[in-house]
Structures are given as structure tokens and as C-alpha cells.
């Protein structure tokens, strides 16, 4: 299954590189490498170290520099060919990529053809079980922005719950993520502070209700503060993912809180990260 999703990558990479004025967004490389829009994305930058912007602008730069040296093309033309509006923009951009403006590159040669740049070095590992999700369903409050800054959703709506005497209908807490904080500003991300209560619990007013499916979910368990769930994110994706056998499914990753840092100290917290699989 690594070799698939190396594969996928090549796919990608040529697409990129065969269509470089064309529909280069996340979604549209999504369904170039047939997966997932909600893990797509954590996917190529785990294995990769880059995002796909950046993968993008790369490739893009590389066809500029080949076309400039040696196909005789002025620099508008150059510039509309990998999909830039204008010069101005499209030489600020080869300059930081390249060191050199357009027309002093005409004095070297091409770059080579692109190539797939993997994520090398140390890697922290992880234990991941597949496990049989149950149906969950939250009561939530919708976040918007930075997902550390989660925890003031979830304190509100802890109050909420509290207020309204449901602390005894709650089984658990999770967190929905929607976006991956490696594509998308800060300001842009969307996640939900969610408590799994029971099917019959009557919605209370000011809430929203997520509903969370079932089924074959990758599991990994991480200890330790919340900060470092980075890494652990980057082993998933990056490592245990492509080399699993497995496809995640079209739905959000999530996380379940097993204990909480209100009577916890940080290094002994629990999170289980969980991928929806297909």
C-alpha cells in the first residue's frame, strides 16, 4: 500500500506538471490522487514535508525555467502558461524561488524534470489499532479559527452542560477537525467542541448536533500534552497510513479525550486520534 500512495504522489506531481495554468486547488489534486478530500491533504505534506501549495508553486517554477530557457518565450507568455494573471506577480514569485528574475534566468539552463521529494530523517513512532467505532452523537459548539484555541469552546460549553443539570447524560468528549492546518489559515479553520451524549437527549438550545459514523476507524493513542499532537498526526499520515493497507474514509478525523487536563498532568493526558477508515 506505500508503494499506492507513492503512486498517488507521482500522479499528482505529473498532473501538476502537465497542467500548470489549470485547477490546481486542494480539491481538484484530491481527486487527481483519488482520495479523500478531509486526509488528502495531511497525507501529502506528511510524506512529502511540503504542502501542496508549495509543491505547486515549485513545479509551476520548474516549467517557467524551462520554457524561459529554452523555448524563446517572452515573459508574459511564460507567466500566463504556468497560470499567473500577470507579470508582475509571476516574477515575484520565480525570483523567491529561483534567486533570479525572469530574464536573467535566460542565461542558465532547465531544471530538471520534477521529482518526488519525501519526508526524510528521525520519526517518532506510534501504536495504531483499527478498531469498530460505535455511532457517536455530540452536542457541540461550532469553533472557527486556531485549533488551539479549541479549549475556549470547550470551557463555554462545559458551562452550558453544567448549567442545564446534563452533566450525568455525558459519555465522553470529542473534538471534530474539518480542515488541515497545513492548507488552511488559521482564521479559516473549522472544528467542533463536542460532548457524545445519548440519541434521545432533547438538543439543547444554543447547541448544534454532530453526528459522528461508525465503523472501521484508525486509532492512535497519544500521551502527553496537547502541544505535541503534531508529531503524532505526522506519523499517521505520513508513515502508518501509506503503509497500512487501508483507505480513509470521505469524513473528518476526530479526537476523544480519555481523561481530562482539569485533574491531569500534561504528560499523562490521553488523546485518541481517529481516522474513519473505508
Known amino acids: 500500500m506505500a508503494n499506492s500512495y507513492e503512486k498517488r504522489l507521482l500522479r499528482v506531481l505529473e498532473y501538476i506538471h502537465d497542467n500548470p495554468a489549470g485547477d490546481l486547488s486542494l480539491d481538484a489534486l484530491a481527486d487527481v490522487a483519488a482520495m479523500s478530500r478531509f486526509h488528502w491533504h ?9 504542502t501542496c501549495a508549495q509543491a505547486v508553486r515549485r513545479v509551476r517554477m520548474q516549467r517557467a525555467a ?14 500566463r502558461r504556468v497560470g499567473y494573471p500577470n507579470i508582475q506577480s509571476f516574477s515575484r514569485v520565480f525570483k523567491v524561488e529561483t534567486g533570479l528574475s525572469p ?11 520534477p521529482s518526488l521529494h519525501l ?3 528521525q520519526k517518532d ?3 495504531v489499532d483499527i478498531k469498530d467505532a460505535p455511532e457517536q452523537r455530540l452536542v457541540a459548539l461550532p469553533h472557527k479559527g486556531a ?16 448549567a442545564r443539570n446534563l452533566m450525568p447524560k455525558v459519555k465522553g468528549v470529542m ?13 479559516e479553520l473549522r472544528s467542533h467542541a463536542g460532548l457524545i451524549v445519548p440519541k434521545d437527549l432533547p438538543l439543547p438550545d444554543g447547541l448544534e448536533e454532530v453526528d459522528v459514523a461508525g465503523g472501521p ?34 469524513q473528518p478525523v476526530y479526537e476523544v479525550y480519555v481523561n481530562s487536563p482539569f485533574d491531569t498532568p500534561q504528560a499523562e493526558l490521553m488523546t485518541d486520534i481517529c481516522i474513519p477508515l473505508v
Open 175 to 187: 473534538a471534530v477537525y474539518y480542515d488541515d492546518p497545513t492548507q488552511t489559515s488559521e482564521s
Open 125 to 127: 513512532m506510534f501504536d
Open 147 to 162: 485549533y488551539a484555541g479549541l479549549g475556549r469552546s470547550f470551557e463555554q460549553l462545559w458551562t452550558m452542560v453544567k
Open 42 to 50: 495531511r497525507v501529502f505534506h506528511a510524506m512529502t514535508g511540503e
Open 217 to 250: 476507524t484508525a486509532v492512535l493513542r497519544f500521551t502527553g500534552p496537547y502541544a505535541e499532537l503534531g508529531k503524532a498526526y505526522t506519523y499517521l499520515f505520513g508513515d502508518w497510513l501509506p503503509n497500512s493497507n487501508r483507505e480513509p474514509r470521505d
Open 66 to 79: 524551462s520554457w524561459l530557457a529554452h523555448d524563446g518565450l517572452n515573459v508574459a507568455e511564460v507567466a
Open 119 to 121: 519526508r526524510k530523517g
Open 103 to 113: 530574464t536573467a534566468f535566460r542565461q542558465l539552463g532547465a531544471p530538471g524534470p
